[in-house]
């Protein structure tokens, strides 16, 4: 429940703090005291949307709390997964900064206006006279039935799997669009996939055929450098080897006589070892030098082919060309598996279509049983409210089609006097006889929801009389289960509040602002008296309020 509105800088209001109690609350005042002002302010807190043309000082910002006590409607849940501090005092507040930006707050940890939103509508609900007008939107009508049939969780598992299905019935589209794209296709890209694929590419192939090709090229130049070269190291008398071996009897003479003469033999030794396996590698090299012109012929062709294929596809590596090859098998393999992969989703698509279907035939039927509990009640709340002949009409059908709700579509017909057929509730009934079916669908709905707070922004409009009071009763029972708050120009309903409040302006030196304050007995009575019979107040005014106090 609102325990506390605090509002400064905002309209009229330069600085305001009122506190709330439980049950049924009036707040009266005359047109253009500020009454709007106030649910304005409320707005904000509950998520409405703000700009600076609302602050009364535009250089100072504007600041609105709203203390709400929330320890009885297990919100712990939103709490954590929004992760704010779940406080039994919960405090939300909005501020709003001279450049027209603002801020939302949920126990001081900032939070979007989203958010803000979500929470509002599990805290309160405030009715404005406008929205009389959501009586004739089908939207509506449904929210009311849904609520007497429980259908609320089933309505919101429905929704979920209608995302779902809509998202399948995309991707199936898309599949088919991708399938008669990629059949299209098929044939040259099939041609491209085979051609790359019999061309065996691996990679480092084209390297190690240019480095083989250089080798062919100047096969005779290898041939000439590696004999001359084996001859300087094996030649008799002057090759390499043999002054090796000379160089190393000569240190082998002398090794024993010195530590540094054997590191010399050692290290020559060493190299006399490389050396003879360098001359042998040389020969074995040598031996294997000939001439393949097929083997030329051969690379030739491959090489060429590869550059044929770049060229082909514009790249420049067997890399990019694998990776080509790679894309062209998905692209051949989506068009083969394509009428698997679409009898997959198809099925897909069906299996929710059934769990959906079989939702909305548990929400339908649901509706079904509850309209008649709806019609009965109705009938009973407005034939005490001066409507005692009014009928409703209610038919609801199930259809083929997916609507956000369900599969249904409903009709609402409305007589409102004997003897008169039935018709749209828009067209039959007239603004006072709205603002009574309106009360009597809030009355209806707090036996259901367990929303803690419900504001009533005139809603006897086109009321008076018997009519009032009896809407007034109606209200008092509604304040047993939650907390009410009624704005009111009538004095038959202002006399059931447990508390009163009154909205004033007060003008200090020229500046004129909204005040709210919380009547006494005895300013609640000379309240009421004016209600009755204007400003100059009689005794008259005056026994009748107390009569209506008591």
Do not use: W
Not at 337 to 351: F, Y
């Amino acid at each position: 429940m609102l325990t506390n509105l605090s509002i400064k800088n905002f309209a009229l209001i330069e600085s305001l703090s009122v506190n709330f109690k439980n049950n049924f609350s009036i707040i009266t005042g005359e047109t253009g005291a500020g009454k709007s002002i106030l649910l304005g302010a409320l707005g904000l807190v509950l998520g409405k949307r703000a700009d600076s043309s609302a602050l009364k000082y535009t250089t100072e910002k504007c600041i609105i709390e709203g203390q709400f006590r929330i320890s009885n409607y297990q919100l712990e849940s939103f709490f954590e997964e929004n992760e704010l501090d779940f406080e039994n005092e919960t405090i939300i507040r909005r501020e709003i900064l001279p450049n027209g930006k603002s801020r939302a707050f949920i126990n001081d940890t900032p939070t979007t206006i989203q958010v803000l939103q979500q929470l509002s509508e599990k805290l309160i609900d405030v009715h404005s006279q406008h929205e009389t007008l959501e009586l004739a939107e089908s939207s509506f009508q449904f929210h009311i039935i849904d609520a007497l049939a429980g259908n609320f969780p089933k309505i919101d598992s429905y929704k979920r799997g209608l995302n779902l299905y809509t998202q399948l019935l995309k991707e199936l589209k898309q599949l088919k669009s991708n399938q008669i794209l990629a059949q299209e296709q098929y044939e040259y890209n099939l041609y491209l996939y085979e051609e790359l694929k019999k061309a065996g590419l691996k990679i480092d192939e084209q390297a190690e055929i240019e480095q083989s090709l250089d080798k062919l090229n100047n096969i005779e130049d290898i041939k000439l450098n590696l004999t001359e070269a084996l001859s300087i190291g094996i030649a008799d008398e002057i090759g390499i080897q043999n002054l090796i071996v000379s160089v190393k009897n000569k240190l082998l003479k002398i090794a024993s006589y010195s530590k540094e003469y054997d590191e010399l033999y050692q290290r020559l030794t060493s190299v006399k070892i490389e050396f003879d396996d360098i001359v042998g590698e040389i020969e074995s090299l040598n031996e294997e030098v000939s001439f393949d012109s097929s083997e030329l012929e051969k690379l030739n062709d491959r090489l060429q082919l590869i550059y044929n294929l770049q060229k082909k596809h514009s790249v420049n590596s067997i890399e990019e060309l694998i990776n080509i090859q790679s894309e062209l098998e998905e692209k051949v393999d989506s068009v083969v598996n394509s009428s698997s992969n679409l009898v997959k989703k198809e099925n897909e698509l069906q299996e929710v279509a059934a769990k959906i279907d079989a939702l909305a035939i548990n929400i339908f039927k649901a509706r079904e049983a509850a309209i008649p509990i709806l019609i009965k009640k109705m009938e009973n709340i407005l034939s005490n409210l001066g409507m005692e002949n009014t009928r409703f009409n209610i038919t609801i059908s199930h259809k083929n089609n997916y609507y956000s709700n369900g599969k249904d579509e409903l009709l609402l017909l409305i007589s409102a006097n004997k003897g008169v057929n039935f018709g749209e509730l828009k067209k039959i009934a007239s603004g006072g006889e709205l603002s009574r079916i309106m009360l009597a669908v809030k009355a209806i709905l707090s036996d259901y929801s367990k929303l803690p707070t419900i504001i009533f922004d005139e809603i006897d409009s086109g009321v008076s009389g018997d009519v009032s009071q009896k809407m007034a009763e109606i209200m008092q029972q509604m304040s047993i289960n939650m907390q009410v708050i009624t704005i009111t120009h009538l004095p038959q309903i202002a006399a059931k509040g447990q508390q009163h409040y009154k909205v004033y302006k007060e003008d200090v030196n020229n500046n004129i602002s909204t005040q709210l304050r919380l009547l006494s007995e005895n300013e609640r009575v000379e309240e009421i008296a004016e209600m009755l019979g204007g400003k100059n107040i009689s005794t008259t005014a005056i026994e009748h309020a107390k009569q209506l106090l008591n």
